[in-house]
């Protein structure tokens, strides 16, 4: 029934510029302050007061303009939005609407089938955040709080370019991954500080117009967004085939029903009546300006995705997954460093052992208890065969619990792998004497009883012998104890 | 352009104004005069010309982002009717 459909998604990112002060006033924007205490004149529209732009909210959104391709707007306009909430004092919000700062651009992403697709936006322009309403403890009022009040905004407006919910989900990645790089957003989800609304509509395949959409909001994490995406998708669907139409509305996601509903419907169609701010100025950036800012771009996402394809022999996969953020592209780096340029090692180990630990931890990368270096030294102790792969494990987990940097852990426990090909025979022969039926049966082509013997002596060496030796001295020896 | 009666209404309630019913037709008379001032303007050629976002020109001048505002929480609201835990407490609104 769905194959019948397709869908059209957009997407609007709002991500929250990572500035010390305000957009349009010296307040600080730090999370978490007492409420209130960070909202001046100008966030309270009081009169008299006059807004000046922070330059650093224009280098932001410039950065990310030239980060994805985009036509940099020599000449912007901020254009107030009118509307009445309590958390928005001016009554109106100053925003970009005719002429935004950053214009047509563009990101590439990965889709399921493992090609590529290029997803178009349309702008990313920039406006400041209404404050906060708390509408729980306060009798038949609401509380309000302006702290975030003119916190600055990029909301980054992509093309209807998105055919299923695992797209929007892989384009908000990627816009995430991307401003982080950048350092123009932390890109904090459960703090509001990269928000994502989704419009969504169906049309039957083969269909040039696009159907009606409806505007998801309330949205907190990317599996919400797969889910909410996916819920909208089937209610649309449901709707037209049974003859009904989809309505152009706001819709709220619940997570704990999963299901979108209709925020309260407002009696008349959004009117923002935008006009100029006559108290800004158009914002004029030149040739100079947009060269300067992007001698400061980093090595974005898509380029050191395939340096560390064309350079460090990874796979696409794996790649992809040490670049998506920075934190971790840097600690593969150190790490490889560390470990004798021995990219593929690190590469297992960090998406392996380390990966594992920091998501049972619930840290970030940044937070890991172990060092790149430290992890580095430590694959050293397995490239010099001083211990096995496996008991590499026992030793990361003693280093992840903060018992010392490997060597002396390996040193402390007596890991130190039994290479003496020598000492490694006497166990062998020791255990093939004990067990004079298996190794009769060895001799008589049964291969399979070998890795009995390689347990026999793993254990007996407490899992201290280089396994390849074990294999090979258990081979010759089983054949020929005289060997 | 003409405006009627309800389009008064409409643009009053947008702007949050109780206006009185028998002022509405003065109300229309005057709104629909500015359109018709606006719409003696529409037939200038402008053809090629910049729209202007700014009666002054020049541009905008940026700051540096500096925290440069202290807390001034108390003193900001003695303004207001009611407070409580330090927030601004204001008639229930919920969309």
């Known amino acids: ?483 | 352009m003409e405006l009627g009666p309800e389009d008064v209404a409409y643009i009053a309630h947008l702007a949050r104004l109780q206006i009185d019913e028998q002022d509405v037709p003065l109300y229309a008379r005057n709104l629909s005069e500015i359109l018709r001032l606006v719409e003696t303007m529409n037939a200038v050629d402008t053809d090629g010309v910049v729209p202007m976002a700014h009666p002054v020109d020049t541009a905008q001048p940026l700051r540096a982002d500096e925290v440069t505002e202290a807390d001034r929480r108390e003193e900001f609201q003695r303004n207001a009717p009611a407070v409580a835990d330090g927030l601004y407490l204001v008639p229930k609104v919920i969309e």
């Not at chain 1, 009554?91 to 047509?104: A, D, F, K, N, R």
């Not at chain 1, 696409?316 to 990219?343: C, G, H, K, M, S």
Request: a negative charge.
């Open chain 1, 1 to 483: 029934m769905r194959n019948s459909w397709e869908t059209v998604i957009g997407l609007e990112i709002h991500a929250q510029l990572a500035t010390r002060s305000k957009i349009f006033s010296g307040s600080s924007t730090a999370f978490g302050a007492a409420p209130n205490t960070q909202a001046s004149a100008v966030d309270l529209g009081l009169p008299g007061v006059l807004p000046v732009l922070n330059g650093e909210v224009v280098r932001m959104a410039v950065k990310f303009g030239l980060a994805t391709g985009a036509q940099i707007a020599e000449r912007s306009v901020f254009a107030r939005k009118n509307y009445f909430y309590p958390d928005l004092p001016k009554g109106y919000q100053i925003s970009q609407y005719e002429l935004p700062v950053v214009g047509h651009g563009s990101v590439t992403i990965a889709t399921e089938e493992g090609s590529t697709r290029r997803i178009g936006l349309t702008r990313a322009h920039l406006e400041e955040d209404a404050g906060k309403s708390l509408h729980e403890d306060f009798e038949g009022l609401s509380g309000i709080d302006l702290n975030r009040a003119g916190t600055p905004l990029l909301e980054i407006v992509s093309e209807p370019d998105m055919r299923s919910a695992a797209e929007a989900v892989a384009y908000a990645r990627k816009i995430l991954s991307l401003v982080r790089y950048l350092e123009i957003c932390d890109g904090n989800l459960q703090e509001g500080s990269f928000r994502c609304d989704a419009n969504v509509s169906v049309r039957r395949r083969g269909d040039e117009e696009l159907g009606t959409r409806a505007e998801l909001k309330n949205i907190n994490s990317f599996r919400f967004l797969e889910k909410a995406i996916n819920f909208e998708i089937d209610r649309q669907i449901e709707v037209l085939e049974s003859g009904g139409e989809v309505v152009q509305e706001t819709r709220l996601y619940d997570a704990e029903r999963n299901e979108t509903r209709p925020m309260r419907s407002k009696e008349e169609a959004n009117d923002y009546r935008y006009f100029p701010d006559p108290d800004l100025l158009p914002v004029v950036i030149d040739e100079d300006y947009i060269a300067a800012v992007r001698a400061t771009l980093p090595e974005l996402p898509d380029q050191k995705r395939q340096r560390f394809v064309d350079d460090f022999g990874l796979s696409d996969y794996d790649a992809d997954l040490l670049t998506a953020d920075r934190d971790t592209a840097d600690y593969f780096e150190r790490t490889a460093r560390a470990a004798n340029a021995e990219y593929k090692l690190s590469a297992n180990w960090i998406l392996g052992e380390l990966s594992a630990h920091l998501n049972a931890g619930d840290l970030t990368i940044s937070a890991s208890p172990v060092p790149a270096e430290s992890l580095g030294a430590m694959l050293n102790r397995i490239l010099d065969r001083t211990i096995s792969g496996k008991i590499a494990k026992e030793v990361f987990e003693a280093m992840w619990n903060g018992e010392g940097d490997a060597d002396a852990i390996i040193e402390q426990r007596g890991l130190q792998q039994i290479t003496d090909s020598g000492a490694i025979e006497q166990v062998v022969d020791e255990i093939i004497v004990a067990n004079p039926q298996q190794a009769e049966q060895f001799r008589a082509g049964k291969e399979k009883i070998l890795g009995f013997f390689v347990g026999q002596v793993m254990k007996a060496t407490q899992g201290k012998a280089n396994p390849a030796q074990v294999n090979d001295i258990l081979r010759r020896r089983l054949q020929d104890p005289d060997s």
